[in-house]
């Protein structure tokens, strides 16, 4: 199973950008898919996340200017970002929570490689 996550770039402050995040491979179900990131220096830190059935959660920080959403015919996650701010700098990680084709039950985390957003003053 692997994640490839795209879209990141450089953006000037008040810009816009949409990340997407792709599974392939094997594997039985896909659960929540969410996105994180970190920045220099810091600790890696919850953006958004979203279920299958659509619920979502996003960090206050993003709020109003974040929005996430999945395809699940095509196993994609997406982040909507806007009105971006220089503090929205960081490299950007897609993680799932997918059950592996050879389980029965339970799931386990995948990530991304990570795509960097950088939001200049």
């Known amino acids: 199973v692997q994640l490839q996550a795209s879209g990141g770039g450089l953006v000037q402050a008040g810009g816009s950008l949409r990340l997407s995040c792709a599974a392939s491979?094997?594997?039985?179900?896909?659960?929540?898919m969410g996105w994180y990131r970190q920045a220099p220096g810091k600790q890696r830190e919850l953006v958004a996340t979203?279920?299958?059935?659509?619920?979502?959660n996003y960090a206050d920080s993003v709020k109003g200017r974040f929005t996430i959403s999945r395809d699940n015919a095509k196993n994609t996650v997406y982040l909507q970002m806007i009105s971006l701010k220089p503090e929205d700098t960081a490299v950007y990680y897609c993680?799932?929570?997918?059950?592996?084709?050879?389980?029965?039950?339970?799931?386990?985390?995948?990530w991304g490689q990570g795509t960097q957003v950088t939001v200049s003053s």
């Open positions: 979203i279920t299958r059935g659509d619920s979502t």
């Open positions: 491979g094997s594997f039985a179900s896909i659960n929540t």
């Open positions: 993680n799932a929570d997918i059950r592996p084709q050879e389980w029965r039950w339970g799931s386990r985390p995948y």
